[in-house]
């Protein structure tokens, strides 16, 4: 039987060393029906050069007229793409061989999915590498509530449905250094995802990554435009899901100033404002871990 194509596509900026890594563990997959698309946003290290130099029908280049940044140039990556499914990669992580053939298989087999999510590791180059939590076994779920209480994947972790991502336009232009956000919130409304154990994604901690001072106010700007755009009737749930977030962050830095119980009452309050979020496989976790410290440590004497 006919693979599914599978569209990967690169934006690139002024990250060579990186690309040329990041494209080689695309060729090394194990899964072989796939493209790649390469959007150059106007870089000048050779970049551009170099990619018209490459010798791969499946590989396609394009560079941008102005800079368009990240999300201009998937969306052009988007616009190119041929495949029935799509991965939007950033150009300084690595692919695991078999992140291709692990993600498209459940999407191939329930028309229900709009994505798979697999597992990351994250390095830095002579310090350290970890696997960051994750399900340890195959989940199929509606991921909304999770990503609004400030879950995320990064990309190399996602392989979408393209017809899914094409039906909500895409990447908006409004919210830059948070667009994956957006697009993640927007298209779990669609349907379910299966979030899978395997390791697809390698994310590489460097000195060339920049967040803005505001990623906070910029995220929260995200959440804040979806719950908006939520049905009356489950709005109220969103501002719910919210308010277990902040309570969460805030346990988090109580527990760092060492006021134990204060932690713990703030764990508590996060459960009791969103209890979907307490039972779920990706937070659920995470808060009960907060609970079990800040509850042991509070009883511990001074």
């Known amino acids: 039987m006919?693979?599914?194509?599978?569209?990967?596509?690169?934006?690139?900026?002024?990250?060579?060393?990186?690309?040329?890594?990041?494209?080689?563990?695309?060729?090394?997959?194990?899964?072989?029906?796939?493209?790649?698309?390469?959007?150059?946003?106007?870089?000048?290290?050779?970049?551009?050069e170099w990619l018209t130099e490459l010798k791969d029908e499946r590989i396609r280049a394009?560079?941008?007229?102005?800079?368009?940044?990240r999300e201009g140039a998937c969306n052009r990556g988007l616009v190119e793409s041929a495949g029935k499914f799509i991965m939007f990669f950033d150009d300084d992580d690595l692919l695991?061989?078999?992140?291709l053939a692990t993600l498209v298989k459940p999407l191939n087999n329930d028309p229900q999915l709009v994505a798979t999510i697999g597992a990351r590791w994250k390095f830095k180059e002579g310090v350290y590498a970890l696997?960051?939590?994750?399900?340890?076994?195959?989940?199929?779920?509606?991921?909304?509530?999770?990503?609004?209480?400030?879950?995320?994947?990064?990309?190399g972790q996602n392989l979408y449905r393209t017809a899914s991502v094409k039906e909500i336009g895409g990447f908006s232009r409004d919210f830059y250094r948070v667009e994956d956000r957006d697009l993640w919130l927007r298209l779990a409304r669609l349907g379910p995802v299966m979030l899978l154990p395997a390791i697809t994604v390698e994310y590489r901690v460097h000195h060339?990554?920049?967040?803005?001072?505001?990623?906070?106010?910029?995220?929260?700007?995200?959440?804040?435009?979806?719950?908006?755009?939520?049905?009356?009737?489950?709005?109220?749930?969103?501002?719910?899901?919210?308010?277990?977030?902040?309570?969460?962050?805030?346990?988090?830095?109580?527990?760092?100033?060492?006021?134990?119980?204060?932690?713990?009452?703030?764990?508590?309050?996060?459960?009791?404002?969103?209890?979907?979020?307490?039972?779920?496989?990706?937070?659920?976790?995470?808060?009960?871990?907060?609970?079990?410290?800040?509850?042991?440590?509070?009883?511990?004497?001074?």
Not at 96 to 99: C, F, K, V
Request: proline letters at 7%; charged letters at 25%; glycine letters at 4%.
């Open 131 to 155: 696997k960051i939590e994750h399900p340890i076994i195959p989940c199929k779920r509606i991921i909304w509530s999770e990503l609004l209480a400030g879950w995320s994947a990064v990309s």
């Open 2 to 48: 006919q693979q599914s194509l599978v569209s990967v596509v690169i934006p690139t900026h002024n990250r060579l060393q990186f690309l040329k890594q990041a494209v080689k563990s695309v060729k090394g997959q194990t899964f072989k029906n796939w493209e790649l698309i390469v959007v150059d946003d106007m870089s000048s290290d050779g970049t551009w």
């Open 208 to 302: 060339d990554q920049w967040r803005p001072k505001n990623i906070v106010e910029l995220r929260e700007k995200v959440f804040q435009a979806f719950i908006a755009s939520l049905p009356a009737e489950e709005q109220p749930r969103g501002k719910r899901i919210r308010k277990s977030a902040h309570c969460s962050e805030k346990a988090e830095d109580e527990y760092r100033k060492g006021n134990y119980k204060e932690a713990l009452n703030c764990y508590i309050k996060a459960c009791k404002a969103a209890p979907e979020l307490a039972v779920s496989p990706i937070t659920g976790p995470p808060l009960s871990r907060g609970v079990a410290k800040s509850l042991v440590r509070s009883l511990l004497p001074k």
């Open 96 to 99: 695991r061989p078999d992140a």
């Open 62 to 69: 394009f560079r941008l007229s102005e800079q368009s940044f």
